[in-house]
């Protein structure tokens, strides 16, 4: 059997586009495939959300299918589309996969496991399947499964979620080829987990498993491709690219593997998820433009080296905003990243603009000291310049705070986190180096002292951030304990050594600085545990973390 | 039996603070009645959110549950939990009823059904219960079942959501009283919808339906109380307070009924529910102040009375923030306001810092023409001004944007959209006039110019709202066709009479300021759609709305 696997990029909503792009690889593979696969959801683009229940977009989905299958021969297709549900109780849809041939949809197998935590919301609008079908597929019997239905297996999960395995019920009523659509997001390390466990399960039943994932980002979620199959042996026969589209044809008759993705590290993986997160996002929003202010810190810096890569130098703006209270090394080290990334840079210092504040504000504060108040103030100075250029220039503003700050609350709500997209606010401060680090790692696009001096907001005189909190080494561990693996006080000094009240102290201020998240622009999410959608928390609780 | 429905109001997290509470209406209760019903998930608080997630969380409220059990003689007790999941498989927890007599749980009841929709996410944590049971209470076989689980009638729902009924279940077993613990959140004419249904099922299966409901704001949800018995032919014996905690003790052989609940009309209702929400949400975030811009306008007019009524007058700040383009008017009618509501106000005029931005973009901006940007740039330097007061002196800032204009984006992001709490995200404009006469209904609390004059944003000369939207009485019904009701276009033009481009170009309006909404601070939810939690929209989507 010939597989293609359509690895593509679709745009939620854009029905039409959507299915105009599988034409193209449609075409591309006629001939030399048995079969292509698209992703789960391409016609509706993933994730639709909400669009699911509005009046009219299912339907249109429906048609959107109904016209594309019009136009396929030659080859069969599996696409993944919403499925009213015409049964007389239950959710009105299901996350289901079209096989077309010749013209007409001759078979529809609907997703069974519907995944409903993190950032994952499927229980909200699908039915799941209470049956388990095979197509004919080459005259040879198939399973075709979406997504999470080969995510429940017990030999891979100790506390499986779900009381079936559709996959296991198909090999025992026969299936002899396991195909998936998939929108299966990234984060770190998330490929690797995947492919084990398809490789695990093709060993295990001792088939091929035919894998076709997303690629892209939408809003918060990059979708990083890696469409895969392997051997009833468990080996990886075929991968298409990482964060690009691909459309790869493999003949399972072959014993060449066809190997096309290339990213190895954990970093570099990351930085290819967070260019395309911005690359996509800005594109998919109707922008081409950014700008984002540069401090000379470490962060902005990192966010700019991005948004070049993903958008060209030609297009994004860097805004220096310095203060009284700014080193002279913060202007000279952005002036000399934006030199070496080739980008326009502007300076507008804001200390007049914040003279007149406090000028005003007199009457009212009077002789109340200095306190937080005027450092917000300078942050929120430069939001409304950034938001200003924004406005007149049609520049989507990148935010740049990083996972650490936003966690403790170690940031300015309308200041620097005005945006519309925060680049970097799943990346932890000590990851941020990491980035910075291989950014350079073929020549100074960072400047040195970006990375070497010691980390400072520079909204008083002398400020380090290592006045109020612990250093970055010890507070990431603290963090990632709580926030991606949900540790409680004990198990986190268990974990990380640190000091019990400290690690009380900083649970306590990342739930108290949850009211601040809630306003956050978009974030992408490159962690198995991001701020955002996936994760739910109270505002006003009071839960006390013994 | 004698019943008492102990209506609390929980705080999230705050496990030994809610039995406490639970404690002390025990106390007053027993010797008076039988058995106490609070509401469903009153120990960990409602909604718990991903607090379940965290490790520790779970098993705390069952150690709290443990706790409360051991002090509870001479009346049994019917409270909500969350209980941990010991099967092999499945969600980490139940949502459940534990019934407790002499100093023992002597049984528990999982919920069934479980709301996986709008502002609820129950499929994410919980598993449903397969099985029904009984209880004995005096003697007599009792159906105790948690919320939804009495709202798949199939005879009051043409779709019934799921595939069972667990109340026709527990009657056919026997149960001769139905008894149901509920955090069933206001929203406009949601509680007759309720005690409707209530009395169908009461009629339907001729029993007494004993119901006890959650009161208090938690984040954007506002719980309206209004405990309630019913009789077997479907009368209303006993309700409890609306938007107040309550102890209502009712003997089922009584003929007399007990109604407590007040309100009658919409707005009176709405009020009541927007009173609780503020002064809930400022409490619970451990607030006691707040402030707010007073333009003039009705919007920060209602806010402000609202607030005084929540908070008390002494609690209350009105800041005026007049520019070159305010009317005189402005000022006029917002010190009359804070002159009637007798709270403090401060004028902060904003042409300085205005012109001091402008001076300084200058060189950027050159000769560019003023556009939105400079409009936006005024409402920014007030959000800062209100910030600056809300960082020096601890007040909740409340932001004072109505529904109508953050649907269509009619708002300045870190301007006007900056605070804690959104007072009235949730309410349409023309329901803001409705409000602001309620308010005026005995003396003039609003003066009666906000109410009649046009309304402006005031960000250029001579600007009226009209100039870029239609009336809001052509605007509204739109919006909440589309918001509350997900009806297409053709739908909307059919429903409306409104010119068909007009409703294209509002629907995506809606769309294209999906991006503002997602950084709004907590809006109180009144209708059956708000913005916020329950409407999850991607961002970076092009649906066409043919």
């Known amino acids: 059997m010939k597989i293609a696997l359509g690895q593509i990029n679709t745009t939620v909503g854009a029905l039409e586009k959507n299915a105009r792009k599988m034409l193209d690889y449609v075409a591309q593979a006629k001939g030399k495939a048995d079969v292509i696969l698209f992703p789960e959801l391409a016609i509706p683009g993933y994730p639709p959300k909400d669009l699911l229940e509005l009046s009219g977009f299912v339907e249109a989905n429906v048609r959107t299918l109904n016209q594309f299958a019009e136009q396929i021969e030659g080859i069969d297709v599996i696409v993944g589309f919403a499925e009213p549900n015409r049964e007389p109780s239950g959710k009105p849809c299901f996350n289901s996969a079209a096989i077309i041939r010749d013209r007409k949809i001759i078979s529809v197998h609907r997703k069974s496991l519907l995944p409903t935590y993190d950032v994952f919301d499927e229980g909200r609008y699908f039915e799941p399947s ?89 809003d918060e979620l990059i979708f990083d491709g890696r469409s895969v199959i392997i051997s009833p042996q468990g080996e990886v026969m075929a991968r298409a690219k990482d964060f690009e589209e691909d459309l790869l044809i493999f003949d399972l008759d072959s014993k060449e593997p066809i190997i096309r993705s290339s990213s190895v590290s954990r970093i570099e993986n990351a930085k290819k998820a967070l260019v395309l997160g911005i690359r996509d996002y800005v594109s998919k929003c109707g922008f081409s433009k ?71 504000l007199r009457p009212i504060f009077k002789n109340a000291a200095e306190d937080v108040t005027e450092e917000n103030l300078q942050a929120r100075v430069r939001g409304n310049l950034l938001m200003a250029l924004s406005n007149k220039y049609n520049l989507l503003l990148l935010s740049t705070g990083n996972k650490s700050e936003l966690a403790v609350g170690y940031t300015t709500l ?8 925060a680049v970097i606010s799943d990346v932890p401060k000590t990851m941020v180096y990491e980035l910075a680090k291989f950014i350079n790692r073929d020549r100074e696009i960072i400047p040195q002292n970006t990375i070497i001096k010691p980390p400072s907001a520079e909204l008083r005189p002398g400020q380090k951030d290592s006045d109020s909190l612990p250093a970055y080494e010890i507070l ?13 006080v004990d198990q986190i000094v268990q974990h990380t050594k640190a000091d019990r009240e400290l690690v009380r102290k900083i649970l306590l201020m990342v739930d108290r600085a949850e009211y601040k998240r809630k306003q956050l622009p978009i974030g992408l999410k490159i962690t198995s545990k991001a701020f955002g959608f996936g994760r739910r928390m109270p505002i006003a609780q009071r839960y006390n973390h013994h």
């Open 130 to 218: 209470q049956t388990q079908e095979l197509v004919q597929i080459t005259g040879r019997p198939v399973g075709v499964t979406v997504c999470e239905d080969v995510w429940n297996d017990k030999d891979s999960f100790p506390r499986p979620l779900y009381k079936i395995d559709p996959l296991q019920v198909q090999v025992n009523m026969g299936a002899e080829y396991i195909m998936n659509i998939s929108a299966s997001p990234y984060h770190l390390e998330k490929w690797e987990e995947r492919h084990k466990l398809l490789q695990n399960e093709a060993r295990k039943y001792h088939k091929f498993v035919i894998y076709s994932n997303l690629v892209g980002g939408n």
């Open 290 to 360: 950014v700008h984002m202010g540069l401090s000379g810190g470490v962060d902005s810096a990192v966010t700019c080296a991005l948004a070049v890569e993903a958008l060209g130098p030609e297009n994004v703006l860097g805004v220096l905003m310095p203060s009284q209270y700014s080193s002279d090394h913060s202007v000279i080290d952005a002036v000399a990243l934006a030199k070496n990334l080739g980008i326009r840079h502007e300076i507008i210092p804001i200390k007049h603009v914040f003279d007149s504040y406090r000028e005003d």
């Open 414 to 421: 309308y200041g620097d986190s005005c945006g519309g997209l």
């Open 476 to 488: 990431d561990p603290i963090l990632e304990a709580y926030i991606e693996d949900n540790l409680d």
